[in-house]
């Protein structure tokens, strides 16, 4: 059974940093497409970047410049640097699966929520 545990949000500042960790089990990892989500309040699920098992990356246009997505293998983690924060960005992040859009690994995690003071 696939376990995804988010941690590293927080409650930030306007232009503040944080960076986001997502460690999988039950998966072999190195062999998936990974990305991460975000939902806000009253608003759907949308995924913000994504990084293919060979490492190619893509993002959101809300996103890019601002967010880095980034994976370590040999820990069966996904990162999410995000930077200049705004208030836009406040939501709740997951990390899933890449790839195709629509598709999962069956379950979803808790997710870390971040929080931005305007």
């Known amino acids: 059974q696939v376990q995804l545990v988010e941690s590293g949000g927080g409650l930030v500042q306007f232009g503040g940093s944080l960076t986001l960790s997502c460690r999988i089990s039950?998966?072999?990892?190195?062999?998936?497409?990974m990305a991460w989500y975000r939902q806000a309040p009253g608003l759907q699920r949308e995924r913000v970047a994504s990084?293919?098992?060979?490492?190619?990356?893509n993002y959101a246009d809300s996103v890019k410049g601002r967010f880095t997505i980034s994976r370590d293998n040999a820990k069966n983690t996904v990162y999410l640097q995000i930077n200049n924060l705004t208030p836009d960005d406040t939501a709740v992040y997951y990390c899933?699966?890449?790839?195709?859009?629509?598709?999962?690994?069956?379950?979803w995690g808790l997710g870390t929520g971040v929080t931005v003071s305007s």
């Open positions: 039950g998966i072999i990892f190195r062999i998936y497409d």
């Open positions: 899933n699966k890449g790839g195709r859009p629509g598709t999962d690994f069956g379950s």
């Open positions: 990084i293919t098992n060979t490492g190619t990356t």
